[in-house]
Nanobody, 124 residues
């Protein structure tokens, strides 16, 4: 059974850091591009970051560029999102997603598998 499980979310203050993890089971992430998305209350789910199958290419949405880093450890079947200098606008449920392709992709509809999400709340 294909499964993605996010962890590492929580309540932090503005300026703090968090690292989210996404553990995959039921498939091998080394043949998948991976992405992180987020959904704030009352808003659509939006793209945050993506990484190619081997970590050689990454892409970030403008609002997180320079603050967030996506990475992967294929040996552990896990993808990470390191988030620094968090601000209240980063408050959302964060989801990881997998797409069976070598290069990264941005559109939400492209992704084959999704996790259940982890809540990140940043207080001012």
């Amino acid at each position: 059974q294909v499964q993605l499980v996010e962890s590492g979310g929580g309540l932090v203050q503005a300026g703090d850091s968090l690292r989210l993890s996404c553990a995959a089971s039921g498939f091998t992430v080394s043949t998948y591009a991976m992405g992180w998305f987020r959904q704030a209350p009352g808003k659509e789910r939006e793209f945050v970051a993506a990484i190619s199958w081997n970590g050689g290419s990454t892409y970030y949405t403008g609002s997180v560029k320079g603050r967030f880093t996506i990475s992967r450890d294929n040996a552990k079947n896990t993808v990470y999102l390191s988030m620094n200098t968090l601000n209240p606008e980063d408050t959302a449920v964060y989801y990881c997603a997998a797409k069976r392709t070598f290069t990264y992709t941005l559109p939400r509809a492209d992704y084959d598998h999704w996790g259940q999400g982890t809540q990140v709340t940043v207080s001012s």
